[in-house]
C-alpha cells in the first residue's frame, strides 16, 4: 500500500501522528494509497519552517518572483498528463476535465506573472509643502489554505499562486481525499525556482485544520468547500484575528425562457448538470423552466440526451461523459437524496438508480436522474446534491423563476437562457448571485476577473483570483514623508540668533 507524504522543508515528509486515511481509486472501490494526517506539531513545524523562509522570499523583487510562475507554467504543460492521471486517479473524474482543472489553476498563475504591475503602489507627490505620500502592499506573511476534493489542481493554485505571488510563505492542506496533485505541484514550484519552505502540503482533517486556525503566526486562511465547514473556519478565524476568506456550497438555477433556443438549452443543461458527475459548485443543479409548455418542450429534449450519457472510469480517455463519486460516502448521500425526492412526491423522470458497470461494480459510480415536478419545499431543492441530479422546478412566470433563485440560501451561479436582451439585462441587475450566466450555463469567470458566490456561498469580502487576491495576500502600508531641508540650501557663514 503506498503511503503518501507531506512536503515540509521542501521534502517529502513521513506522517508522525500515527493517523491515516484512505484514499480511493473510485473506479474500482479500492484503497489505492493511505495519506496522513497531521498532528498539531506537525503544522507547527511546517509553520515555523515557513516563517524562517518567507522573509527572503518577499524581499525577492517581484519581476523575480514572477519568473518562478513563468517557469511552473512550463512545468504544469510539460507535466500535464501526468497530473491529469494522478488526479483522475484519486478524483475520478475524466482526463479531459482532468486537464480542465489544471489549466484552470494554470491561468491565474498565468495571471500572478503580472505580479510587479499588480503590486506597484500609490504616489502622491507633495502631498503638501515638502511632504510626499506612498502607499505600499507587502505581504502578509505566512498564509495558509484548505482546498476541497473536487477540484485538487484549481483551487490550490487559485490560492498559492497569488499568496506567493505577493510574496509570502503559503502552507496548503488539500482534500485528505485526492492530495497527490497538490503534492506534486508543490515540487514543481520548487522546480520552478521557488525557494525550499516556501510552499508546504501538509495533509490532514480537523484537527490540521484547528492548528492552522488557532496557530498565532498564521496571518490569512482561504478556504473553499462545504458551507458548514465554511462558516466553521470564518467564525474560528476571525475570531483569532486572521484575515480569512471562505467559499462554500451551491444551488445554481438555470431559467429557461419560452423563447429560448430549446436545443441549445437541453445541451447546455447536459454539460453543466452531469459534467464531472455534479461534483461541481457551479454545476446547473435545478432548471427553471418558465410556463408548463417550455417545461415540457424542455424534458423531451433533455430525456434522450441523458439516457445517451456514457458514464465510466476515466481509462476509457474521451469515450465517457462522466466518471464516479469521489466515496461510497458521497455515493450513498445521493442516493438518499434522490429516494427523499421520490418519497417527498417528486417525479423521477430518468432513474439511473440501478445503474451498474461490468468489471466497476465496486466503484463509485451514479447513473444520472433527472426530476420533474421539484417543489421549494423538498430536500433535493434545499440541499446541495452533490451527484449527476438535475432537478427541474416549474415557474409560471419569469418573476417567480427569479424570485425561486434569489429565495434560495445560496448564491454562488445562475444562468438564464432566452433570446430576449431586455429579460437577460433585468435578471443580471436583480439577481442577488455573485456569477450570472446569460445563455452561458457555467459562467466560471476568467483568471483576470474575480471568482466568488454571494449568499451563504461565501463568508469574507474579497473574491477568489483576480485584482481581489492580491489584495487578500497583501496589506497596504502608507507613509508620509518629509524632509528636513540639507545642503542645497548652501552653507550658513553667520551666527543666527536663536529666536
Ligand atoms: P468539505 O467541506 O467536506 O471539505 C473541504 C476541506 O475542509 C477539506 O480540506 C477537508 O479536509 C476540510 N474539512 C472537512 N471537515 C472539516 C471540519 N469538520 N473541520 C475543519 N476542516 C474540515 O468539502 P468537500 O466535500 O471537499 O468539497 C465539496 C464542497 O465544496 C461542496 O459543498 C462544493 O459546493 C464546495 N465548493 C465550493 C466552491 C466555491 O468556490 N464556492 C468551489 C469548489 C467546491
Request: glycine share 12%; proline share 6%.
Amino acid at each position: 500500500m503506498q503511503e503518501l507524504t507531506h512536503y515540509i522543508g521542501g521534502e517529502h515528509v513521513k506522517g508522525t501522528s500515527g493517523r491515516f486515511a484512505d484514499v480511493y481509486n473510485p473506479a474500482t472501490g479500492e484503497v489505492q494509497a493511505k495519506v496522513p494526517l497531521a498532528s498539531t506539531d506537525e503544522i507547527a513545524k511546517a509553520v515555523e519552517i515557513a516563517a524562517k523562509a518567507q522573509p527572503a522570499w518577499a524581499a525577492t523583487n517581484p519581476q523575480r518572483r514572477a519568473r518562478v510562475m513563468m517557469a511552473f507554467v512550463g512545468l504544469l504543460n510539460r507535466d500535464m498528463d501526468k497530473l491529469a492521471e494522478a488526479l483522475s486517479r484519486e478524483h475520478g473524474k475524466t482526463l479531459p476535465d482532468a486537464k480542465g482543472d489544471v489549466q484552470r489553476g494554470l491561468e491565474v498563475v498565468e495571471y500572478c506573472i503580472g505580479a510587479p504591475e499588480l503590486l506597484k503602489g500609490e504616489y502622491t507627490d507633495s502631498a503638501g509643502p515638502g511632504i510626499d505620500m506612498y502607499s505600499m502592499k507587502q505581504p502578509l506573511g505566512v498564509t495558509a489554505g484548505i482546498t476541497p476534493f473536487n477540484f485538487p489542481a484549481m483551487i490550490p493554485m487559485w490560492m498559492f499562486a497569488p499568496a506567493l505571488a505577493c510574496g509570502n510563505a503559503f502552507i496548503l492542506k488539500p482534500s485528505e481525499r485526492d492530495p497527490s496533485v497538490p503534492l506534486m505541484l508543490a515540487e514543481l514550484m520548487e522546480e520552478a525556482g521557488l525557494p525550499k519552505g516556501v510552499l508546504q502540503v501538509v495533509n490532514g482533517d480537523k484537527e490540521a485544520v484547528d492548528a492552522l486556525l488557532h496557530h498565532p503566526v498564521i496571518q490569512s486562511i482561504g478556504f473553499v468547500g462545504s458551507t458548514p465547514i465554511a462558516e466553521y473556519i470564518y467564525g474560528t478565524g476571525c475570531a483569532n484575528g486572521k484575515r480569512v476568506q471562505c467559499f462554500g456550497g451551491a444551488k445554481n438555477h438555470m431559467i429557461i425562457m419560452p423563447d429560448a433556443d430549446m436545443d441549445q438549452a437541453a445541451d447546455a443543461l447536459i454539460g453543466a448538470g452531469y459534467g464531472a458527475a455534479g461534483e461541481r459548485c457551479m454545476a446547473i443543479s435545478v432548471a427553471v423552466p418558465v410556463g408548463d409548455e417550455t417545461a415540457d418542450r424542455l424534458i423531451e429534449k433533455l430525456v434522450p440526451r441523458i439516457e445517451k450519457l456514457k458514464v465510466g472510469p476515466y481509462t476509457a480517455g474521451n469515450d465517457v461523459d462522466y466518471g464516479p463519486v469521489v466515496t461510497a460516502a458521497a455515493k450513498q448521500n445521493i442516493l438518499g437524496l434522490i429516494q427523499s425526492g421520490v418519497d417527498q412526491g417528486a417525479k423521477l423522470v430518468v432513474d439511473g438508480r440501478d445503474f451498474s458497470l461490468q468489471g466497476y461494480e465496486d466503484g463509485f459510480f451514479v447513473g444520472p436522474h433527472l426530476f420533474d415536478h421539484v417543489t421549494p419545499d423538498m430536500d433535493i431543492y434545499k440541499k446541495e446534491i452533490f451527484g449527476p441530479v438535475l432537478s427541474t422546478v416549474r415557474a409560471g412566470s419569469y418573476e417567480e423563476a427569479i424570485s425561486l433563485a434569489m429565495d434560495h440560501e445560496y448564491g454562488n451561479g445562475t444562468a438564464i437562457f432566452t433570446r430576449d436582451g431586455d429579460a437577460a439585462r433585468d435578471f443580471a441587475n436583480r439577481i442577488n448571485i455573485g456569477m450570472v450566466g446569460i445563455n452561458v450555463p457555467i459562467p466560471v469567470p476568467l483568471a483576470y476577473h474575480t471568482f466568488g458566490g454571494w449568499k451563504k456561498s461565501v463568508f469574507g469580502d474579497l473574491n477568489q483570483h483576480g485584482p481581489d487576491a492580491f489584495k487578500f495576500y497583501t496589506r497596504t502600508k502608507t507613509v508620509t514623508s518629509r524632509w528636513p531641508s540639507g545642503i542645497k540650501e548652501g552653507g550658513e557663514f553667520n551666527f543666527k540668533a536663536m529666536d
